[in-house]
């Protein structure tokens, strides 16, 4: 009965699709913030011995610095464990992972964009989500066609002139 019933919430959880390398990224980040978590403890302590605690501004901002850290690291846990690795395979369709390159019709620009998950997003880096309105648009789709985007300002039309899988050092 008891496994029923966590088959079915497992059945409804969602998960969230990322590339390998966004998953990488996100274990890095926990390694780095577990590595500052005993210094962040001794600064509490060191804090706390002070005396008291009421009036003791440094015990406080350690707590609260503490605190930050512990939070951030449970919110990356739970990333991964409910992340959905996505791996293309495919040069020719767009999915996560791959890097497509793109001409505005409007204005005839060409630009490169890394389909990614929503938490590796990064317009400086020219990486878009899959979610986004032209994530949506482009996902699934093959070089040579044009297609429409339903931006929330206005719509416009892009031609995909290549797709190719991203290299892990390029997605970076």
């Known amino acids: 009965m008891q496994r029923k019933k966590i088959q079915e919430a497992m059945a409804h959880v969602y998960f969230q699709k990322m590339t390998p390398t966004g998953y990488h990224e996100i274990e890095q980040e926990i390694e780095k ?4 978590r005993p210094a962040k403890i001794a600064q ?8 008291d605690l009421s009036e003791n501004t440094e015990y406080s901002t350690a707590k609260r610095e503490l605190r930050h850290l512990e939070s951030r690291l449970r919110y990356l846990n739970k990333q991964l464990q409910y992340a ?20 505005f019709i409007d204005d005839d620009e060409q630009v490169n964009y ?7 997003a990064d317009l400086q880096k020219q990486k878009i989500s899959f979610d986004s309105p032209l994530g949506q648009a482009l996902l699934h789709q093959k ?6 985007v339903q931006a929330p300002q206005s719509t416009y039309q892009v031609k995909i002139l290549a797709v190719r899988l991203t290299s892990p050092e390029e997605s970076v």
């Open 44 to 51: 509490l302590k060191a804090a706390r011995a002070l005396g």
């Open 143 to 148: 070089v040579g066609q044009t297609v429409s």
């Open 114 to 120: 890394t389909i990614v998950g929503k938490q590796e």
């Open 33 to 36: 913030l577990q590595a500052q």
């Open 84 to 103: 959905e690795i996505i791996k293309p395979t495919d040069s020719q369709t767009i999915d996560l992972g791959t890097t497509v390159t793109l001409q």
